[in-house]
């Protein structure tokens, strides 16, 4: 069906370019996965007795709701590795973006995630396992880094907030599906973790093959010099012969663009620090929430909290499904109440939430704050015959929700710097990433309950930021996101003050 847009941009959606939205966000499905399936494998007996038999000797003989038996530094690099390796992989993504294109990119992405799956899964060494996690961060590195831009790229401007979020929805379909399979995988004799890592290669091949159907972005062609390319691409997604008024816009802010040699020296100019702020604290706050914390170690933290093993396994399974169904809600929103209003709901109620958990929790623990004394037992569980099954679930529902850590970066940078931005988004998710999954069980072992009190105080401190500082991109052309965005807010029009395009940058 056709459509003009309140910018004069024609387009309609076709075969062809939802299922480009779909493959490419396929991306986003092999991210999930490794988030999902990496809590489930460290729980399993199995996996624990060759890899780290001591973390294994620890769990046999602590108590079930013990907070430190799975506190391993090499069984949180198992997870960990993975990020640090994506931090430095986006930045020659950056480069391989603007200098290849976002296509290429997304190809790559999924050899690396491909090999990745082959090494963990045929694992027989420790080094093999770290080896393979390094190339899934890599792969996700790169993944990361050009499938939020390429599906914000070619949305028409009317669904870009809803296409980009697709990323998200199968980031988040993908933890479901890993949970879904650890917990099949979990009742297996022999093997189940070879299974659960190598099953990563299914959402690596898809996206190899749809790498190789989709379209480059008009914009990422004209870039490269490419326009003719840049306009047939352009009409082949927009569904239209009369792609003038677009094109022109892309091709304006190209030409801009060919004028700055050097987008991370820009970036760090007056004018651009609102841009790469507010792409980069998002990134702070979606880890520091605690939603991926919990994505991560699912299992494992519910095992923590008192239930028992397959229990666990059900338990992640539930977050994930709502985590699912609260995406679906963000696609269906997103265009239509806008980006701020969305996070700031989502921050009301991710703050709501946690302190529901808190008084879960300190209802069973009458001594919240004091360390573990050894294997003993402190209070009632979650998982035992004291606990409320109606409390169980609300507790597991109200952990999930998350901020748009992938949307808002990719739609406030302009072109110039916008892969060169966006890298740094990518860096400081994987970074922090790095942080909390390398430290999370070290956090659960000494702050034991306190650590929902922390996730909290930051859930609050988003909120404010999103209050004051963080700008409404809702039906705002990329191109045009400087002038009607940044020169236009209270707070960040005084970096503008004194803008003049640099020619020589």
């Known amino acids: 069906m056709s459509s003009v847009d309140k910018n004069n941009y024609n387009s309609r959606v076709t075969p062809y370019v939802f299922a480009c939205w779909i493959l490419a966000a396929f991306g986003g499905l092999m991210f999930g996965y490794d988030i999902g399936i990496s809590g489930g494998v460290t729980g399993m007996d199995e996996f624990l007795i060759k890899f780290f038999p001591k973390v294994h000797e620890r ?41 290849l294109g976002r296509r290429p990119t997304i190809l790559m992405a999924s050899t690396f995630f491909i090999a990745g799956a082959i090494f963990c899964g045929a694992a027989t060494a420790k080094w093999m396992l770290i080896f393979g996690r390094i190339l899934f961060g890599i792969g996700v590195g790169f993944g990361n880094e050009a ?73 990422s062609l004209v870039e490269r010099g490419k326009e003719m390319e840049g306009r047939a691409a352009l009409q082949k997604i927009r569904g239209v012969d009369n792609v003038d008024a677009e094109f022109q816009q892309i091709v304006t802010g190209c030409e801009q663009a060919k004028q700055v040699k050097q987008p991370f020296k820009k970036l760090f100019k007056k004018s651009g620090f609102p841009a790469l702020f507010i792409a980069t604290i998002i990134q702070v706050f979606q880890q520091f929430t605690g939603i991926n914390a919990i994505m991560f170690y699912a299992p494992v933290l519910f095992q923590t909290l008192g239930f028992k093993s ?22 269906y929103a997103v265009d239509k109440v806008g980006r701020r209003k969305l996070l700031l709901q989502a921050s009301v109620q991710m703050f709501i939430s946690q302190n529901l958990k808190i008084v879960g929790v300190g209802r069973n623990w009458s001594n919240l704050g004091n360390p573990p004394e050894g294997n003993r037992v402190i209070g009632q569980g979650l998982g035992s015959s004291g606990g409320d099954s109606s409390l169980h679930i609300r507790d597991v529902i109200c952990m999930v929700v998350g901020p748009m850590g992938w949307l808002i970066p990719s739609e406030i940078f302009p072109i110039e710097t916008r892969t060169a931005g966006f890298a740094f988004a990518v860096s400081t998710n994987m970074i922090f990433t790095f942080i909390i999954a390398q430290a999370f069980l070290s956090m659960l072992c000494h702050m034991r309950a306190y650590i929902f009190f922390f996730f909290s105080a930051w859930i609050l401190i988003m909120g404010l930021f999103v209050v004051f500082l963080l700008p409404e991109t809702k039906g705002v052309p990329i191109e045009l996101v400087e002038e009607r965005v940044w020169k236009q807010h209270p707070v960040w029009k005084k970096f503008f003050k004194d803008d003049v395009k640099e020619t020589a940058d």
């Open 59 to 99: 769990k046999m003989h602590a108590a079930e709701n013990n907070y430190c038996k799975y506190d391993d530094e090499m069984l949180q690099l198992f997870t960990s590795s993975l990020y640090i390796a994506a931090l430095v992989a986006s930045f020659f993504a950056s480069k391989a973006c603007s200098l």
């Open 147 to 219: 499938v939020p831009l390429f599906l914000s790229e070619i949305a028409p401007i009317n669904h870009r907030g809803a296409v980009n979020i697709l990323f998200q929805l199968l980031v988040t379909i993908g933890i479901l599906v890993a949970n879904l399979i650890n917990y099949g995988t979990s009742t297996m004799k022999e093997n189940g973790w070879r299974v659960s890592l190598g099953l990563a290669a299914v959402p690596g091949v898809i996206l190899f093959i749809g790498s190789l159907i989709i379209t480059e972005t008009p914009p």
């Open 310 to 331: 397959d229990a666990s396994l059900l338990s992640a399974v539930i977050t994930g499904l709502v985590n699912v169904g609260a995406t679906f809600v963000s696609i």
